[in-house]
């Protein structure tokens, strides 16, 4: 599997007049470069991908392009609603030297988006794209779920190489990683399942909580593929909380805000999605804080 | 009420080779000019709007406003994830002469869309937008539900003049006429609740089944205004299988379909949407051809 | 049709400690005996009765048929998970001289309880019941939803008679109108949609609301009945709150509030449902008392 | 933890004529007693609890308590809708010898069953039952979801001892157990996720596949227990099939049909539920072909 380990799924920084701020984004990148990631996502959901123009997704993707340390993996958030626009985002990530692109599932109009339609999008986009693919399904956003046997039916052409799973179904996740071919990379995007998923075989994680807790969730990869399982369940443990409480519940803007606390850029999301409240911002401090005690508690160790 | 009655929900006819076919779009429109429609929507969820850059959907706008008839009103679909995009998105339409914008709620970041959240995008698009702004929620596609209490708010907003409801729910749209001011228009995107509506007090509807069953609609529409309750029950009838089984269950691709077996230029939808299979053709046959005999047997005398 | 008009569905009375009340079900059917109703609904969801044992059903059947006036149609609530034991109920409510059963959808297992389980569970009930069916749909507490193609097989079951549909969806009540033979009773289960179903073909409704507000459903039932779709629309617009409101949001606790703000005998329900707390009795008397300020502004002259 | 290890959620055995075949029963469990199982589950949802009388559940419990080897736990599925029968059946539980009750999350009312209502419910069922209560929550029959917040207030009542959850959601799973004290039960009800929630601390599981293959169940809960970690997911992937196409899809027809297969006696549901069709026994028998293929290409020696 060449897509494994964990890699952030990195957010786009803006400057106090909205528009993207570069500087600050090859900043985070400078210092995501000093952790043992595999990788990174430029422009996934959590870089509000959907809130930018094409003119400023190029403009990030350069950026990343430019401030990734050699030998990280560069991976495109390159998917939208029509199956020509995303061929032609494939194309441009490939040009500008990106090694995949990550595809969520086309997701508008839901009832007539069966397995059917879903499965000749990826076709004609994996036909098309100059790079491997992943698919990406996210539920609990597009309103689009996947089964395992779609999943292998996909795994079957060349240059689909993996998939991100978001839906938090381990199960699913089992299921996926029994129906494909061993070089299929099965990457979570909830840390709040990453043990469990690494255990039953899983490549890695694509994951948010990965832009303000870097270490920890390399480190809780590293314990399993150590074998230490023991320290796996604990750095499991640790990262619940940060996880459900900042990525799940309060999505970009707890995790720009999360990366503000610990020493990242992370700054305000566009609207309509709204800046923390006050009360969010103390739940966000609360479980970076509960985090941190329980890897003393439990002895972690973790840098960073 | 300005925005009232019947008007069609566009589809996008595109060319063999997948590029809009402005010709087909404009002949189209010739054809419903000479129904009493009260105007158009241009670029909607039947128009594929989710499929088409903003450079394709500028060309339509303008086939649309050089087409249409002097005295029809002219709805841009305007809305998008992004505030931003979807203000500059209002500007060109008023721009290019239209009378109102259709903005559709937000709705990729789900549950981080607070009601909240959208109160302050539609405010944001109000008050740049140079033209009136209708809401527009449809959550079969969206996932967003909107309430009667956070409609009628906005309605206190002087540029905020009307919805589109494709909910299909009665009892909100009972409750949204209740509780905005009389001038406020509702306006149903389901041709299915089109007579229930109407008689609660709803202004009209913005139809996609009015692509192909224009004439029908109008007089469904007069007939309530007429009082004649009978007949509007009777068209009502007429109507229903018409309307689900070919817009309601088979989106643009059905519309188009229905448009072909009437005379317009329908064509096929863009990927990832398929083109209908030959059952689903036969559907669409068979839901039109009992529009017809309900017609006849009714003694409808419906023109067209 | 032989089930027409307006039927409360009633609420189970407990007394203080807990037990059936049934000499306060006795006051309460008394008074309801002067309304112009059709008939009473005992023992439905309104009724409680998952909170009942066999024992204490067969009681509130025995008093409600005893205190219901000559000619109201009286229907009990038989529906159960089990075939065997809902044909058990049916054939001791006929034994005691009920005139029809409601039988529910049986809804425990889910997506085991496929369109062909539920056809066979009301084909084998309608069989064995010695008094006509009504079929019960009610997905907000269920689950289970029905098509209209699905009504229309069974309605061919000359048992079958009637269907008592509560998912408030004004298209479904439509279609199955449209598709079911003219003898076959469609009546509502909320009184927000009651108007707009009525004008449609609908036989009438069973109806929380009108355990609280029974001299208003009635009339808005005549209103329809008689032509005047002005006075039905200001009647529906003065029902609705008081719909949604009382028995939509509170269910059986909010009903038996109002009934006990209105001068009937309510009281508490059994656990595990809750009692209203006083925000909730605040909502319930202001509901109330919206619905009496709109009779008074639009003269509607309700008596009671 | 005095509740743990792997329990099989008993089908209750019919008689062609469909009444309770108590002797089949004994005769199954006295199979099971030679599995190194830690208990019973008698008259849970796999039990078909929902189709029986409580007659027929006494004697049900009556035969299993007898037919129970020394040393197996038993416990008994108690939980209706209405919070008094439940402690009712709690006590009748108690009084036959019961270790402890199952008692389901009540759900018929949905909306209304806030979690302070559900709360109540088990606070009276805990403080009346003379018997430990374990929680249990399975919201693809009944709607109805709980929180690890939830779950963890009522974990400090002293008589409620632990959880069985069938959501299949591991980050729910790991989450109670990261909150609840080290004495509170999780136990799961999906075998599909067994060994990823074993390794992140759960208690075991309560599980309909335990009624078709026990032996593999155990083992892999040994496994884990031996630190046997890719033992455990050898067998995690031999069962995922049989997990999910018997007991998850098809209920417990399935499972009972899963049983005649190999030896016990399964026999036919009760009406409402349906008898499998052909290609669903198909099914069945592939999906434990498979895994009895995986066995022997993993060798993973599973005895029975």
Known sequence: MRFQGIFPALTTPFAPDGSVALDKLRENIARYNRVPLS????????????????????????????????????????????TAETVARARRAAELGYDAVLVKTPHYFKALLTPEALERHYLA????????????????????????DWVARLAAHPNIVGIKDSSGNVQLVSEIIR??????????????TLFASLILGAAGGILALACYLPEAAFELYEAVRAGDMDRAGRLQFML?????????????????????????????????LLPLSEAQKKAVESALAESLARQKRDHLGVAG
């Open 240 to 272: 619940l909380g940060a996880s459900r409480r900042i990525a799940g519940e309060l999505g970009p803007a707890g995790v720009k805000y999360a990366m503000d606390c610990v020493g990242y850029y992370g700054g305000a999301p566009r609207p309509p």
């Open 125 to 148: 986009v994996a036909d098309a794209s100059p790079v491997p693919v992943l698919l990406y399904s996210i539920p609990q956003y597009t309103g689009i779920s996947v089964t395992a």
């Open 39 to 82: 990788g990174y996502i430029v422009n996934g959901s959590t870089g509000e991908s959907v809130l930018l123009s094409f003119a400023e997704i190029d403009r990030v993707w350069n950026a990343a392009r430019e401030s990734a340390a050699p030998g990280k993996l560069l991976i495109a958030g390159a998917g939208v609603d029509s």
């Open 179 to 192: 129906q494909c071919p061993p070089e299929f990379s099965a990457l979570v995007g909830s840390a709040s």
